[in-house]
């Protein structure tokens, strides 16, 4: 069902079978800073990668962004999806290979768990609340400075040969909780695992591990909460 679902979403979006899709999930507001995500990927573009970016969500900076795009010809390999019910989103999970959260600042962001969820490794910006406790640099994902375009370029430069499926896995001290969970029913004890071997981002391999560290601890990212919180106009300027 998930490969029918990869598949059919593609098709509909007119990315091909082997080509990276990087997915947004989130409302189109400045706090979610979509202007430097726009920004980060026609710099990205620039350099040759072949890949699409979807954003999934709709507000009130939709009308600019579509023009930034095509004011530095982005349209072929961007997709405003719009907004999209919950129930639609699995479709998306399954077409995509990369979650791009690059908020200024989230106090959690339970897209990256629902991305996780369903097998995808995260770019998230350090003023994302879970990207402290779930996406470990090299192993689930990668953390960028918030507001570094260059940074998320970089961490967005991905190794396309080399994304293979995930495997979810729930976290020792989950496993009694799972137990009694139906499918679907208990997202925390589901945490990503990347197959060995299999996907790379910046040319980093993901391991098999969990989100949560070997001693049961989780990984801190640093964050500036001077950054996170501030207000400011995201909007590119080149």
Same mark, same amino acid.
């Given at each position: 069902?998930?490969?029918?679902?990869?598949?059919? =979403?593609?098709?509909?979006?007119?990315?091909?079978?082997?080509?990276?899709?990087?997915?947004?999930?989130?409302?189109?507001?400045?706090?979610? &800073?979509?202007?430097?995500?726009?920004?980060?990927?026609? *710099?990205?573009?620039?350099?040759?990668?072949?890949?699409?970016?979807?954003?999934?969500? $709709? #507000?009130?900076?939709?009308?600019? =962004?579509?023009?930034?795009?095509? &004011?530095?010809?982005?349209?072929? *390999?961007?997709?405003?999806?719009?907004?999209?019910?919950?129930?639609?989103?699995?479709?998306?999970?399954?077409?995509?290979?990369?979650?791009?959260?690059?908020?200024?600042? &989230?106090?959690?962001?339970?897209?990256?768990?629902?991305?996780?969820?369903?097998?995808?490794?995260?770019?998230?910006?350090?003023?994302?609340?879970?990207?402290? $406790? =779930?996406?470990?640099?090299?192993?689930?994902?990668?953390?960028?400075?918030?507001?570094?375009?260059?940074?998320?370029?970089?961490?967005?430069? =991905?190794?396309?040969?080399?994304? #293979?499926?995930?495997?979810?896995?729930?976290?020792?001290?989950?496993?009694? *909780?799972?137990?009694?969970? #139906?499918?679907?029913?208990?997202?925390?004890?589901?945490?990503?695992?990347?197959?060995?071997?299999?996907?790379?981002?910046?040319?980093?391999?993901?391991?098999?591990?969990?989100?949560?560290?070997? *001693?049961?601890?989780?990984?801190?990212?640093?964050?500036? &909460?001077?950054?996170?919180?501030?207000?400011?106009?995201?909007?590119?300027?080149?």
């Amino acid at each position: 069902a998930r490969l029918a679902a990869r598949k059919r =979403l593609r098709t509909a979006l007119g990315v091909p079978p082997h080509k990276p899709l990087f997915l947004f999930v989130g409302k189109l507001i400045d706090i979610k &800073e979509p202007f430097l995500l726009l920004a980060a990927w026609a *710099d990205l573009k620039k350099t040759g990668t072949e890949a699409h970016l979807c954003l999934v969500g $709709d #507000g009130p900076l939709r009308a600019a =962004l579509t023009a930034y795009s095509t &004011e530095n010809a982005l349209t072929s *390999d961007l997709t405003f999806a719009g907004f999209q019910n919950q129930a639609a989103l699995p479709d998306y999970h399954a077409a995509a290979d990369v979650l791009v959260l690059p908020s200024r600042s &989230e106090t959690f962001g339970i897209v990256v768990l629902e991305a996780m969820h369903a097998g995808l490794p995260v770019i998230a910006s350090a003023g994302v609340g879970a990207a402290e $406790d =779930l996406v470990l640099p090299g192993r689930t994902g990668a953390v960028f400075p918030t507001g570094d375009r260059a940074a998320l370029a970089f961490a967005a430069d =991905l190794q396309p040969e080399r994304i #293979g499926p995930a495997e979810i896995v729930p976290p020792a001290h989950m496993e009694a *909780d799972d137990k009694h969970a #139906g499918p679907g029913e208990h997202p925390f004890g589901h945490l990503i695992r990347g197959r060995a071997g299999g996907a790379s981002l910046a040319g980093v391999e993901f391991q098999h591990v969990h989100a949560f560290g070997p *001693d049961g601890g989780c990984q801190k990212q640093q964050r500036n &909460e001077k950054a996170a919180h501030g207000r400011h106009d995201s909007r590119p300027t080149t």
